[in-house]
């Protein structure tokens, strides 16, 4: 059975009172939000408070959700979006770098040296995403991070296909200039050992 018609399912059942299905949608849903969440926001506990009302709002209103119109995948990036926003309008600025938690360390069976760099690398990409302004952070982090197709980030921000593309282009500019630096020789950033930094950063 498809996922999108299995979480369809799961989602009359759980708008029913079956605990057991919202949890199985919770547990199939709940990392690629709140990973969305905290790379918008910079704040673990904002970011969970973010996920925990997608699901909530999901729950008190199935009815929002329309199957014909996207994913329930796709909703529940687009209801993160739409609170991450609210929070940056409260606010009333953008959330600092100096408020993330420490990157999840990296394997031991590494050399200290090269662990050091990886950690100094995932450290200045994390400042030059969050450098980014808030609409090149997303499309960046839907695209790079959670592998969602252009179509996709169109329907979440609900801009045009060609606004995504120009969004994910300055962001990519912007990051290469800025880390510029810490790439060697002609690589490009997607590419080899960066891209494994930016999707963990």
């Given amino acids: 059975m498809p996922e999108r018609t299995t979480d369809e399912a799961l989602l009359t059942r759980a708008g029913e009172g079956d605990q057991a299905a ?8 709940r990392q690629p ?8 926001l910079g704040e673990v506990d904002i970011a969970e408070d973010v996920t925990h009302d997608c699901f909530l709002s999901l729950i008190r209103k199935p009815q929002n959700f329309r199957p ?20 940056f309008r ?13 990157e999840p360390q990296l394997s031991s069976r590494q050399e200290p040296l090269r662990k050091l760099l990886d950690e100094e690398l995932a450290a200045e990409v994390r400042r030059a995403v969050f ?6 952070r997303e499309a960046l ?3 790079e991070y959670e592998g969602l197709s252009l179509n996709e980030i169109a329907e979440i921000t609900g801009a045009d296909v060609g606004a995504v593309k120009g969004r994910l282009y300055r962001a990519r500019e912007r990051l290469k200039s800025i880390l510029r630096p810490y790439l060697s020789g002609n690589r490009e950033l997607n590419s080899g050992r960066e891209i494994v ?3 963990e950063a």
Avoid: W
Wanted: glycine share 4%; no cysteine; aromatic share 14%.
């Fill in 33 to 40: 939000i709140f990973r969305f969440a905290y790379r918008l």
């Fill in 141 to 143: 982090v839907l695209f």
């Fill in 131 to 136: 450098s980014l302004s808030p609409l090149q």
């Fill in 197 to 199: 930094t930016l999707r």
């Fill in 90 to 102: 409260d606010a009333g600025r953008e959330t600092g770098l100096d408020d993330m938690t420490e």
């Fill in 22 to 29: 919202f949890l199985e949608l919770y547990d199939r849903h």
């Fill in 68 to 87: 014909e119109r996207a994913s329930l995948r796709t909703y529940l990036f687009a209801a993160a979006r739409n609170l991450a926003l609210k929070y």
